[in-house]
C-alpha cells in the first residue's frame, strides 16, 4: 500500500497534461515525453488522451490492485496519468452520457498497444466484479473474457523484428454492460488474420507461438500421439532461424492456453482436436515434392501422420496435394501438378486449417461469452500497427490501409468535426492547420483506386502480378500519393501518413484469391473428424451446380477485409472515443532506451503536435444547452431569473470563471475546457450529496412515520383480536357448559329407560328358566321309567338266550364238520367264478375301447367332411362373389364408358337429365354452418369452402361438403375441418364411475382448439363421455402404464391413461398435445389454419387426372359447374357466383385443359417418347409420343404442341432422380420399337405422327428374295426387346442356314417360311432352332442393303425419371438431346430443397444440445419423441428421405425393388435378430445390401441407433445382438456426416449411461471403428464378422516362395501398404536393393495388389471365389509376397534373405514360360532346381510334377506330326490363365472352372513329351552330384544374371501396329530402365524404349494399353488383360528413378 501511495504521490517530471505546455513545438513535446520516461512515467495526457510510452520492462507495482481502486471514480487529471483513468472514464460515461464507448488503441508495431489492452480489460472486468460482489450476480463472464486473452495471443501473437508479442490479427472486444454496471457478455472480432506467417517468416520472426508451446511445453503423451519430436525438425517453425527466444516462456504460454481453453467449456475432445490439427500442420509443412509424371510426395510417412492427425485418408491427400481435377462433358479430368503447384497446395492447406481454426477458436469464446440484450457496452479496439519491413507484401498493404482508416478517423474526431463544430456554433476559433491523409486513403479506395484494380485483376483467370502492376503504374503514376519506382522492378509506393511505403507485388492477386481448390476442399470435408468437417462446412465448392453464376464475383480477401473495416468504423462513430496513442522508444527493444528520432518520427505523422495544440486551445466537453442546465441544475440555486436556457448556462459559467477563457457559448451549444469540467463535476458532486442527505433524512423520517403508523396498527389490530378471543372463549365456555347439561340429562334419562328395559329382561328371562326346570323333570321321570323297562327286557333275553345257546352249540358241534367240507368246495367253486368274471371283465373292456376308439373315429371323419364341405361352400361362395364382382366390375367400366360418350357428345341431354333428377330429388341441408363461403388461405395458399356435390349418375342426390383443395389434389369432408387431430385411442381413468377408471376403454377423440373430447363412437351425434382442457392440465407424459405407446395427461383431479395403436400414432398425438400445451393465441390460431388432412378425407381427387371444367346450367343451382374425368363427373354448385368463380378459377389452373406459359417458366420442351416402368405402370400400355414441358416445379405432359390436352405431370422434388443414359440403354432399344419388312422398294418412313409409322417397307436388294413381315417389339417388363410373330422366308445363301437343313432339301423359294417367336425359328417340316443375338444380326447381313441407314435413326437413347407415384422410360432418337433433357431435369431437381424427415430435425436438435451441453434438454427429446427409441412395432417408412423409384441397375437381378421398401424390411430383420440361431447370414445380407444401396447406409445406421436407445436392458441379447450389427457396419461404411455426428453422440451417450456392460464393450468397439475405416468393395467374410463379433483383430496368413507363411494381425482397415511394411520390418528387409509388394494368387494366377487396398477386401473376395468354385487348377486363393521392382539384381548378397525371395521369384518366371532359354538351358535349370530341393540323385528318383521345375508350355506350343486327332494341335494358352483379377469376364471365370482338368489333359495330349523331358532331366541331375544346394543356387543364379535383362517383367501380349513392324504375339518387357519388345523366346529385343523417351501410357480403354513415344511416329497398342500391372510396374520405376536423381531415399 505505501509502494502505492508512493507512485500515486511521487513528483511529476514535465507536464502531466501536454495541454498545459507553454512552448508548444514538436521539440518540448519530445522533451517533455523524454523527462518522464526517464522518470518512470511512461503515461501522458494531452487532455482526455493519453500517450502511452513502451518501457521495454516491468514498473514495480504501478498495476496493483491498489492502484485500481485509486483511480476508481476519479476524474482524468485528479491522478497522474494513467491507463486505468482512462478505463475508469470510459466506464463510468455510460451512465454520465447514456452511450456506448470505445477506446483506440494505435501506435506502430512494438509499441504496447497488446499490454494496453489487457490493462483495459483487467481494469473493466476489476470493476465490474466490484459491481458483481454488491448485486451478488457471478462473475464467471469476466473470468472467461480475461482467460481469452491467453488464447487470443498464443494463436493469434507471433515474434517480429520489432516485436516479441506482435499482434498479426486485429481485434476489437466489445464489453456489454449492464445497469447495474456488470459485464454480463462480450464479443470478440478478428480481422485479418496473417495466414502467410503459419508457411513462412522473416528472418529473426517466428511463427505464432502456439506452434513452439505445444512443442516445447505439451506432455510427452501428447506429443507421442501427435508425432512431435524437437522444434529444429518442422519446416515451418525452423526456416527463420529464430525457434526460442529468451524473452518468451513457451511451456507457460501451453499451460495458460490450456488452462484458458478448458475455462471457454471446450471439453477434452475439441482440446484434443485443435492440438491434433496443429501437429497436422507442422506434418504437413514436412512435405515434400518430386517429379515423376508430375508431382509426388516424396515420404509417405510424414503424409500419412498429417492423414491420421485430420482423419482424411492419405491417398486421397497426396491426390488432393499433387493433382488437379475438373469437370468436362460430366467426367471428371484429373492433371498432375508441378513441384512448385504442388508445395503451394501444401501452403493453401496449411494456412486455411489454422484460419478456420483460428476462426474456430473466436467462435467458441464468442459462444462463451454471449450477450444478451444490455445497457451498453464499452469497446476496445487492438489492431496491427502500422508496419514498414525492407520487404513488404500484401499483408502490410492492408495493414497500413486499415491505420490510414483509423488515423482518418483519429483526425475526424479530434480535427475536422471539432473544428467545424466551433465554426458552426460560432465560436471565436482559428483554425488549426493538420495533415489530411483523405487523398492517400481515395488512392486506396476510390472507385478505379489500388484496391478496386487489385481486385479486377485478381478476377481474371489470366491476370498476374506483372499485369497487375502495369495497371497500377497506368492509372495513378500522376497521383502524388502514389510512387512509382525509377527502376522497373516488381514494387509500387504509397506516401502514407506515417513514411513512405513500397510493396513487393509478387503473391499480391494469389493472395488476394485466396484460392483453395476443390480437391483439397473435398478431401477435408470427408475428415471422420467433426471438428475438421465443422471448420469447413460452410465453405462451399466452386464447381458444384450452379456455382459458376453464384461465384462470378466470389468476394476476395481484401474486399472481405474492406467490408470488415467498414462495419469496425460503422460501430465506432456509434460509440463516444477515447484514445490511446502508444509510442515505442527505441527499434532495440531495449528498457531505459530513447531514441529521439525514432520517437520524433511517430509524434509528427500521428499529428502529435497539432493534438495538442487543438486540446490547449479547443474545447473538448459541449454541451447542449438544456443538457447543461438538466446536468447543473443543482448549482445553479433559486436566485437565477431567467428562464431562458442559454442566460442559466451564462449565469452560472461566469460565476466560475468571469474572463470567458475556459468556456464560450455558442449557438445551441456551451463549450468547455475539460478542467473547468472537472471542476464543475466536483462541485456538482458536492451540492448533489449535500442535496442527497437531506432528501435521505426526510426519506428516513418518512420511513419512521411510515414504520410508526403500521406499528399502531397492529397493534389496533392485535388488540382487536384480543378481544375477539376473549368474547369467543366466553361465549365456547357458555356453550360448552350447556352442552354438558343437556348431556347429564340426556345421560340420566337414558339410564332410568336402560334399568326399566333391564327389569324387563330379568323377568323373561326367570320366566323362562321356570319353564325350562319344569321341562327337564318331566324328561328326566319318563327317561327313568324307560330305563327300568328297558333292563327288565334285557334280563328275560339273557336267559332265552343261554338256552338257545347251549342248545344250538349241540347242535353245532355235530354239523361242524359237515360245514367245514362244504366251506372248502364253496370256496373253491368261488375261485373259479372270480377267474372266470375277470376274464369276462377283460373282455369287455376291450369291446368298450374299441367302440370308443370308433366312436371318435367316426366324430372325426363326421368333422373332417363337415369343413371340407365348409371350405368347399366358401371357395364356391368366393369364386361367384369374384365373378360377381368382376361381372360388376366390367359393368361398370362399361357404364362408365357409355356415360362418358354420353356426356361428351350429348352433354346437354345429360344437363336436363340431371335437371330432371334435381326435381325429382328432394335437397336436405343435413349440416348447416355458418361458415359457408369459400375462401383462399393467404397463408398456407390453399382454396375450401362448402359444395354441394352429386357424383356419378343420375341417381345420386346432392349432398352438402367441406371442400379443400391444395397441392393438386381436391379433397371433400362431411364437414369443416374443425379438429386438430382426431382418432381412435384406449383410454383408462378419468371417468366418474369406478369401472371407468379401473377398465380400459376404447374411445374416440377429438382435439379442438384447447379441447381433447372422446366420445363412444366417431359417427354424428356420438354422446360425449369427457372432456380435457389441454391449457390447465399439469403435464402430459410419454410412459409405460401396462402397454406400449402410452402417454398420461395429469390434471389437478386425476390422471388419464392413453394408449395409442402404433408408435408414429402416439409420436403424432404427443407431438400436437404439446404444442397446444405451450402455443399462445396467435400459436394456436395458426394451427387451427393448418392444411386440411387428407386421412380424414371421405373422398379425394387428383387434379392431374381432369380433363375438364365448366360451368353447367342447372335452374334448380344456378350456380353449378362440372369436374370432368375420364371415369367419372362430378357436378358442383357453389352459393354463390362468387365462389364458382373462384373454384372454377382455382381448379382452371391446376386441371389438364389448355395452359399457357411465360417465356421465364419453360425450362425446355419437344416430344419425347414415353413408356410407364416399374410396379405402378398398368399392362397393356405402349410407348407413346408426348409433347413434355420442363417447368421449375414439374414436368408437364402434353399429347399435343398447342397444349389443349393436358395428359399429367410429374411433380418434382428434391428426392426425384433421373437415370442418365448410357451405351447400354443405347443397346437395350437397337432395334426400333415397331419395324415391319416387306416386299417393296426401300422407302424412308413418314414424319409427324407415329401411329402412321406403323408398317414401312424396304427390299434387302434388287435380286433379293427375301420377304415377309417382321415386327419387334418390347415385353410388359423391363426384359430384353425380343421379336414377335416373326415370318420371314430366308435366301439360300442366309448364313443362318444350316448343312443339315440343305441335306433335307428345303425349299427356300417364295413360299418357304420361318416361323420365330423370341429367338427360336419354327420350320414348317416342324424342326425347331434356336437363334443367337448374332445370327439375328446376320440375317440382316445377307445383303449389300440388308440395313438401311434409317434404321440407324430409328435408334433411340433412353433416361428415366422417377417420382413420387410414377417411374417413366423416355426415349429421344438423339443423344446430346437425352443428356439436354438429363441435365435440365436435374438441375430442377437440385434446385428443391432438401425434405427433412422428423428424425433428421430431431437428430439438428440433439446436436445443438449436445454442442451447448444441454444435457437435460437431450432427455427430454429423446423423452417426448419415440421415433429415437426403440420399439417393439414395425417400421412403415424410412427414417431417412430416400429417393423414389424402383432399383434401376444390375441390382435388380438380387431382388431389390425400391429403397423405401428394403428399408422397411431391414428394420424387421433387427427387430427379430434375438432370434436367429445363425446372425451370420443375417448381417451380410444387410450389408450386402448396403454395399448394393448406398443410401441406404445412413437409413441402416438410423435404424440401429434407434433400436439401441433406451434399452431397458442393455445386455439382453436383441439389443447386443443390434450393436453387433452396428459394429458390422461401422468397419464397413463410412456413414454421412450428420449421421457420423449423430452415430459418435450415441455411442458415447450410451457408454455413459451403461458403462460397465457388454454393450459398452460394443460401443468402444464401434467407436475405434469408425476412426479408421476406409472404404470397402465387398462387404465383410465370415471370419472378419466372427472377428468383429468377438472384439478382436482377425489372422491373415501371407505365403512366400518355398511353403513359407507368417500369421499378422489385421482389422478391418489394414491396407496392404500396412502389411509389406510390417513384413519388411519383421524380415530385416529395409535395407534390400528391390521393392516388395502383395500379390493375390492361385495357382499361376496373381495379381499385385495396390498399397492402399483393404486386406480384409482382399479376403472377403477370396471367400467369394471359393464359394462360386473359381480358382486356377484347384489351387486356393493366397495373400503372397514376393519382390515387384527389380532395382539391383547384381548386388543382392547370396546369404541373404532377399536372395532367396531373388532366387525363387527368378525360377517362378522360368516355369511360367517368361525367361528366354533353349530347350537344354531350360533342362540344365530344371536339373540345379532338383539339385537344390532334393540334393544328390538317388536311384529309383522321379520328378512326380514337371511343372515344378520346367516350363510345360512350351511342350503344348510345338507342333507335332501325328497326333489322335489328325490335324494339328492349337496353341492352349489360354487354358491358363492370365492377366489381372480386376476386371475377371465370364470366359477368365470359366477358364477357370475347368482349369482343374488341365492336369488330366497334359498327361494324355503330352504323355511322350513330358516323359521325354523328365528322362533329360534326371539324366543331367544325375551329373550334378556332389554339388551343394548352396552351389546349384549359385550356378543358377548365376546364369539367370548372365541374361543383360534379368530382373525384366515379361508381358505377352498383340501388338497393333499399323507399319507392322512387330509379330502380333510378343513379350512386353519392363525394367528399371526402359520398356523393351522381345519376341517370344528372343533374349535380344526388337526395340528398347527409355523412360526418359516415353511421353505418355496407360489404359484408354480396357485390355488396350499404349504407349506413345518421343520421335516415334505411331503409338505402341497393345491387347492385354494385364494393363495395371504393365502401368503400375513403369510407375513404381519411374518414381525410382526420380527419387535416385533427386537423392532422396526411400
Not at 846 to 858: G, M, W
Not at 1351 to 1379: C, G, M, Q, V
Request: aromatic share 10%.
Amino acid at each position: 500500500m505505501a509502494e502505492t501511495v508512493k507512485i500515486l504521490q511521487a513528483p511529476q517530471a514535465g507536464l502531466s497534461d501536454m495541454a498545459k505546455l507553454q512552448d508548444l513545438n514538436v521539440e518540448s513535446i519530445l522533451e517533455n515525453i523524454r523527462q518522464r520516461f526517464e522518470a518512470d512515467q511512461i503515461y501522458t495526457y494531452i487532455g482526455s488522451i493519453l500517450a502511452a510510452v513502451n518501457p521495454y520492462k516491468t514498473i514495480p507495482n504501478l498495476y496493483d490492485f491498489e492502484v485500481m481502486e485509486a483511480y476508481d471514480k476519479r476524474h482524468i487529471g485528479d491522478l497522474p496519468p494513467h491507463i486505468y483513468a482512462i478505463a475508469n472514464d470510459t466506464y463510468y460515461s455510460m451512465w454520465k452520457q447514456t452511450a456506448n464507448q470505445c477506446v483506440l488503441i494505435s501506435g506502430e508495431s512494438g509499441a504496447g498497444k497488446t499490454e494496453s489492452t489487457k490493462f483495459i480489460l483487467n481494469y473493466l472486468s476489476k470493476m465490474s466484479q466490484a459491481s458483481a460482489v454488491e448485486t451478488g450476480n457471478d462473475v464467471s463472464v469476466e473470468k472467461c473474457i480475461l482467460q481469452s486473452s491467453p488464447i487470443l495471443e498464443a494463436f493469434g501473437n507471433a515474434k517480429t523484428v520489432y516485436n516479441n508479442n506482435s499482434s498479426r490479427f486485429g481485434k476489437f472486444i466489445q464489453l456489454a454492460f449492464s445497469s447495474r454496471g456488470v459485464i454480463e457478455g462480450g464479443k470478440v472480432q478478428d480481422y485479418l488474420l496473417e495466414k502467410n506467417r503459419v508457411v513462412g517468416q522473416n528472418p529473426g520472426e517466428r511463427n505464432y507461438h502456439i506452434f513452439y508451446a505445444l512443442i516445447l511445453g505439451a506432455p510427452d503423451e501428447m506429443k507421442q500421439k501427435l508425432g512431435l519430436g524437437a522444434p529444429e525438425k518442422y519446416k515451418y517453425i525452423n526456416q527463420s532461424g529464430c525457434i526460442k527466444d529468451p524473452n518468451i516462456n513457451d511451456q507457460q504460454i501451453f499451460s495458460e492456453v490450456n488452462e484458458a481453453l478448458k475455462d471457454m467449456k471446450l471439453n477434452d475432445e475439441q482440446v484434443s482436436d485443435v492440438f491434433e490439427l496443429l501437429g497436422a500442420i507442422l506434418h504437413i509443412g514436412n512435405l515434400d515434392f518430386i517429379t515423376a509424371g508430375g508431382a509426388q510426395v516424396s515420404s509417405m510417412s510424414v503424409l500419412k501422420q498429417a492423414a491420421d492427425l485430420l482423419s482424411v485418408d492419405e491417398y486421397q491427400l497426396a491426390n488432393a496435394l499433387t493433382e488437379k481435377t475438373r469437370l468436362l462433358r460430366g467426367e471428371l479430368i484429373s492433371t498432375p501438378l508441378d513441384e512448385h503447384q504442388a508445395r503451394d497446395s501444401r501452403d493453401s492447406l496449411a494456412m486455411n486449417l489454422y484460419a478456420r481454426c483460428f476462426h474456430w477458436i473466436i467462435s467458441r469464446i464468442n459462444v462463451r461469452i454471449r450477450t444478451k440484450p444490455t445497457f451498453h457496452s464499452v469497446g476496445v479496439l487492438d489492431i496491427f500497427g502500422f508496419e514498414n519491413f525492407e520487404v513488404n507484401r500484401f499483408e502490410q498493404f492492408n495493414i497500413n490501409f486499415a491505420n490510414e482508416k483509423l488515423q482518418e478517423y483519429f483526425n475526424k474526431h479530434i480535427f475536422s468535426l471539432e473544428q467545424h463544430e466551433y465554426n458552426a456554433e460560432g465560436l471565436d476559433w482559428v483554425d488549426i492547420d493538420w495533415q489530411d491523409n483523405g487523398e492517400c486513403l481515395d488512392l486506396i479506395v476510390r472507385k478505379l483506386g489500388l484496391l478496386s484494380l487489385i481486385d479486377e485483376e485478381s478476377r481474371f483467370p489470366k491476370g498476374t502480378d506483372g499485369t497487375m502492376l502495369d495497371k497500377l503504374h497506368s492509372n495513378h503514376a500522376k497521383n502524388g500519393f502514389y510512387i512509382k519506382p525509377r527502376v522497373n522492378n516488381s514494387k509500387f509506393g504509397i506516401k502514407h501518413y506515417a513514411g513512405d511505403v513500397f510493396y513487393e507485388t509478387t503473391g499480391f492477386l494469389e493472395k488476394n484469391r485466396d484460392t483453395f481448390r476443390d480437391e483439397m476442399l473435398t478431401t477435408i470435408k470427408e475428415s471422420r473428424s467433426d471438428f475438421i468437417y465443422d471448420l469447413f462446412e460452410d465453405m462451399q465448392e466452386s464447381s458444384q451446380p450452379n456455382a459458376a453464376k453464384k461465384n462470378r464475383k466470389k468476394p476476395t480477401v481484401s474486399s472481405q477485409f474492406q467490408e470488415s473495416l467498414h462495419s469496425l468504423m460503422s460501430t465506432l462513430s456509434a460509440c463516444n472515443p477515447y484514445f490511446v496513442r502508444c509510442i515505442k522508444p527505441n527499434s532495440t527493444k531495449a528498457p531505459n532506451a530513447f531514441e529521439k528520432t525514432l520517437t520524433l518520427n511517430q509524434l509528427r505523422y500521428s499529428g502529435m503536435l497539432e493534438t495538442v495544440k487543438i486540446r490547449r486551445a479547443g474545447f473538448p466537453v459541449r454541451r447542449l444547452f438544456d443538457d447543461f442546465v438538466r446536468r447543473y441544475r443543482p448549482l445553479l440555486g433559486k436566485d437565477t431569473q431567467s428562464s431562458h436556457s442559454q442566460h442559466k448556462c451564462i449565469s452560472l459559467l461566469s460565476s466560475y470563471e468571469s474572463t470567458n477563457q475556459k468556456w464560450q457559448i455558442g449557438r445551441t451549444k456551451v463549450f468547455l475546457k475539460e478542467d473547468l469540467e472537472i471542476k464543475l463535476e466536483r462541485d456538482r458532486a458536492e451540492r448533489v450529496e449535500t442535496l442527497v442527505t437531506k432528501a435521505k433524512a426526510c426519506f428516513k423520517g418518512y420511513l419512521a412515520r411510515k414504520a410508526y403508523k403500521a406499528t399502531v396498527a397492529k397493534i389496533v389490530f392485535v388488540q382487536k383480536y384480543c378481544r375477539m378471543y376473549r368474547q369467543r372463549r366466553r361465549f365456547l365456555n357458555l356453550k360448552d357448559a350447556t352442552i354438558t347439561l343437556q348431556r347429564y340429562e340426556r345421560g340420566r334419562k337414558a339410564r332410568q329407560l336402560f334399568h326399566v328395559m333391564m327389569e324387563e329382561r330379568r323377568l323373561e328371562e326367570e320366566r323362562k328358566r321356570e319353564e325350562q326346570r319344569r321341562r327337564a323333570e318331566e324328561e328326566q321321570r319318563e327317561l327313568e321309567r324307560l330305563k327300568a323297562e328297558a333292563k327288565l327286557r334285557e334280563l328275560e333275553e339273557l336267559q332265552a338266550k343261554l338256552e338257545e345257546e347251549a342248545r344250538i352249540k349241540a347242535e353245532e358241534e355235530a354239523a361242524q364238520k359237515k360245514r367245514e367240507e362244504e366251506e372248502r368246495q364253496r370256496v373253491l367253486q368261488k375261485a373259479k367264478a372270480i377267474e372266470t368274471a375277470k376274464r369276462l371283465e377283460e373282455e369287455q373292456a376291450k369291446i368298450r375301447a374299441e367302440e370308443e376308439r370308433l366312436k371318435l373315429e367316426n366324430e372325426l371323419r363326421i368333422r373332417r367332411e363337415e369343413e371340407a364341405l365348409r371350405l368347399e361352400k366358401e371357395e364356391a361362395e368366393r369364386l361367384v362373389e369374384e365373378k360377381r364382382l368382376e361381372e360388376e366390375v366390367r359393368r361398370r367400366e362399361e357404364e362408365l364408358a357409355y356415360a362418358m360418350q354420353q356426356v361428351m357428345t350429348h352433354f346437354d341431354d345429360s344437363i336436363a337429365q340431371f335437371e330432371e333428377a334435381d326435381q325429382d330429388s328432394e335437397y336436405q341441408d343435413d349440416d348447416p354452418d355458418e361458415d359457408s363461403v369459400s375462401r383462399k388461405s393467404d397463408d398456407l395458399q390453399y382454396w375450401e369452402g362448402y359444395l354441394n356435390m352429386k357424383c356419378g349418375g343420375m341417381v345420386n342426390t346432392w349432398k352438402k361438403r367441406y371442400c379443400v383443395l391444395r397441392d393438386e389434389t381436391l379433397m371433400w369432408f362431411r364437414a369443416k375441418q374443425e379438429a386438430l387431430k382426431s382418432g381412435w385411442l384406449m383410454k383408462k381413468g378419468g371417468g366418474t364411475s369406478t369401472l371407468s377408471r379401473r377398465n380400459w376403454r376404447k374411445r374416440f377423440f377429438v382435439l379442438k382448439g384447447i379441447e381433447l373430447a372422446y366420445y363412444e363412437s366417431d359417427s354424428d351425434g356420438a354422446p360425449c363421455k369427457g372432456i380435457i382442457n389441454i391449457k390447465q392440465t399439469k403435464d402430459i407424459l410419454d410412459s409405460s402404464f401396462g402397454r406400449e405407446s402410452s402417454l398420461d395427461i395429469i390434471t389437478d383431479k386425476r390422471t388419464y391413461h392413453i394408449v395409442a395403436d402404433n408408435a408414429d400414432d402416439l409420436s403424432e398425438w404427443f407431438s400436437i398435445l404439446m404444442r397446444v400445451k405451450n402455443a399462445n393465441e396467435y400459436e394456436l390460431k395458426q394451427m387451427q389454419d393448418e392444411d386440411a388432412n387428407p386421412k380424414n378425407a371421405i373422398g379425394t381427387l387428383d387434379v392431374a387426372v381432369i380433363d375438364s371444367v365448366v360451368p353447367v346450367h342447372l335452374q334448380t343451382k344456378p350456380n353449378a359447374f362440372a369436374i370432368i374425368t375420364a371415369e367419372r363427373v362430378f357436378n358442383m354448385s357453389a352459393d354463390s357466383p362468387e365462389d364458382m368463380n373462384g373454384w372454377l378459377k382455382a381448379l382452371t389452373q391446376y386441371h389438364k385443359g389448355q395452359r399457357t406459359y411465360s417465356k421465364e417458366e419453360i425450362l425446355m420442351s419437344g416430344w419425347l417418347t414415353k413408356e410407364n416402368t416399374g410396379t405402378i405402370s398398368r399392362p397393356g400400355i405402349t410407348r407413346k409420343k408426348r409433347y413434355f414441358i420442363l417447368t421449375s416445379h414439374s414436368l408437364d405432359i402434353y399429347k399435343s404442341v398447342d397444349l389443349q390436352h393436358k395428359l399429367g405431370a410429374i411433380a418434382l422434388n428434391r428426392l426425384c432422380s433421373v437415370t442418365v443414359p448410357d451405351d447400354k440403354m443405347f443397346k437395350e432399344i437397337d432395334y426400333p420399337p415397331e419395324l415391319v419388312i416387306m416386299n417393296g422398294n426401300r422407302r424412308s418412313p413418314p414424319s409427324g405422327n407415329p401411329e402412321s409409322n406403323r408398317r414401312s417397307s424396304f427390299s434387302f436388294g434388287r435380286k433379293s428374295s427375301i420377304s415377309g413381315l417382321a415386327t419387334l417389339s418390347r415385353p410388359r417388363s423391363n426384359s430384353r426387346p425380343y421379336v414377335r410373330d416373326y415370318d420371314l422366308p430366308l435366301p439360300t445363301n442366309s448364313p443362318v442356314a444350316s448343312p443339315t437343313m440343305r441335306r433335307r432339301k428345303l425349299s427356300w423359294g417364295k413360299k418357304s417360311k420361318i416361323k420365330m417367336d423370341l429367338r427360336t425359328a419354327m420350320f414348317q417340316g416342324g424342326r425347331r432352332h434356336t437363334w443367337s443375338s448374332k445370327m439375328m444380326r446376320n440375317l440382316f447381313r445377307c445383303y449389300p442393303r440388308s440395313k438401311p441407314s434409317w434404321l440407324h435413326d430409328l435408334r433411340t437413347w433412353k433416361f428415366t425419371i422417377h417420382s413420387r407415384r410414377y417411374s417413366y422410360n423416355l426415349f429421344t432418337p438423339s443423344n446430346d438431346e437425352a443428356w439436354k433433357w438429363t441435365y435440365a431435369i436435374q438441375e430442377v431437381i437440385d434446385s428443391k430443397p432438401p425434405i427433412e424427415t422428423p428424425s433428421q430435425i430431431l437428430i439438428k436438435e440433439l446436436r445443438e444440445a449436445s454442442l451447448n451441453g444441454y444435457n437435460d434438454e437431450i432427455d427430454k427429446i429423446y423423452k417426448l419423441n419415440p421415433i429415437l427409441r426403440n420399439v417393439p412395432y414395425m417400421l412403415k417408412s424410412p427414417l431417412l428421405p430416400l429417393p423414389y423409384g424402383q432399383i434401376m441397375s444390375s441390382n435388380l437381378d438380387k431382388g431389390y425393388t425400391t429403397l423405401q421398401d428394403e428399408a422397411v424390411k431391414i428394420f424387421n430383420v433387427l427387430q427379430g435378430s434375438e432370434q436367429l440361431p445363425d446372425p451370420m447370414p443375417v448381417i451380410q445380407g444387410i450389408l450386402q445390401t448396403c454395399q448394393d444401396l448406398k443410401p441406404l447406409q445412413d437409413e441402416v445406421y438410423c435404424q440401429l441407433v434407434k433400436q439401441t436407445t433406451w434399452v431397458k436392458d442393455a445386455d439382453n441379447l436383441n439389443n447386443l445382438r443390434n450393436w453387433q450389427i452396428l459394429c458390422c457396419m461401422c468397419c464397413t461404411f463410412i456413414p454421412s456426416r450428420s449421421i457420423l455426428r449423430y452415430v459418435r453422440f450415441h455411442i458415447k451417450r450410451q457408454v455413459e449411461l451403461s458403462p460397465k456392460t457388454q454393450m459398452a464393450a460394443y460401443a468402444g468397439y464401434a467407436l475405434e471403428a469408425l476412426k479408421r475405416t476406409r472404404t470397402r468393395e465387398f462387404v465383410p467374410s465370415r471370419d472378419e464378422i466372427i472377428a468383429i463379433l468377438g472384439r478382436r483383430d482377425m489372422n491373415a496368413t501371407v505365403f512366400c516362395h518355398g511353403g513359407g507363411s507368417c500369421q499378422i494381425s489385421i482389422n478391418s482397415s489394414t491396407t496392404a501398404g500396412q502389411v509389406i511394411h510390417t513384413l519388411v520390418k519383421g524380415m530385416n528387409l529395409d535395407s534390400c536393393y528391390n521393392r516388395f509388394s502383395l500379390y493375390e494368387k492361385s495357382g499361376l494366377v496373381e495379381k499385385a495388389i495396390d498399397d492402399r487396398s483393404v486386406v480384409a477386401d482382399i479376403l472377403a473376395k477370396f471367400e467369394r471365389f471359393r464359394a462360386r468354385g473359381l480358382s486356377d487348377r484347384g489351387k486356393p486363393w493366397q495373400l503372397f509376397f514376393k519382390l515387384f521392382c527389380f532395382l539391383d539384381t547384381q548386388s543382392v548378397k547370396p546369404d541373404s534373405i532377399e536372395y532367396s525371395f531373388l532366387f525363387e521369384q527368378a525360377h517362378e518366371e522360368v516355369i511360367r514360360g517368361k525367361f528366354p532359354a533353349t530347350d537344354e538351358q531350360l533342362i540344365h535349370l530344371s536339373a540345379l532346381r532338383m539339385q537344390f530341393d532334393k540334393g544328390d540323385y538317388v536311384h529309383g528318383d522321379w520328378i512326380n510334377d514337371l511343372t515344378e521345375v520346367y516350363p510345360v508350355d512350351r511342350l503344348k506350343v510345338k507342333p507335332k506330326e501325328d497326333n489322335d486327332f489328325g490335324f494339328q494341335q492349337r496353341d492352349r494358352k489360354d487354358t491358363f490363365i492370365s492377366g489381372t483379377l480386376r476386371g475377371i469376364g465370364e470366359k477368365t471365370l470359366k477358364r477357370l472352372q475347368k482349369s482343374a482338368s488341365d492336369d488330366n489333359i497334359l498327361e494324355s495330349v503330352y504323355r511322350d513329351d513330358v516323359s521325354a523331358t523328365i528322362t533329360a532331366i534326371i539324366d543331367k541331375w544325375r551329373t550334378l552330384k556332389g554339388t551343394s544346394a548352396e552351389r546349384a543356387q549359385n550356378i543358377y543364379m548365376s546364369f539367370m544374371r548372365s541374361w543383360k535383362y534379368f530382373g525384366s517383367r515379361l508381358f505377352e501380349v498383340e501388338c497393333h501396329d499399323g507399319r507392322q513392324t512387330y509379330p502380333k504375339n510378343i513379350w512386353l518387357s519392363v525394367n528399371k530402365s526402359m520398356v523393351a519388345v522381345h519376341k517370344i523366346n528372343d533374349p535380344n529385343p526388337l526395340d528398347e524404349f527409355p523412360y526418359e523417351k516415353i511421353l505418355s501410357f496407360g489404359a484408354p480403354i480396357p485390355n488396350e494399353y499404349k504407349i506413345i513415344v518421343e520421335g516415334r511416329r505411331s503409338e505402341l497398342t497393345f491387347d492385354t488383360t494385364e494393363v495395371f500391372e504393365i502401368a503400375k510396374l513403369m510407375k513404381a520405376y519411374i518414381n525410382e528413378i526420380v527419387k535416385k536423381r533427386n537423392m532422396i531415399p526411400a
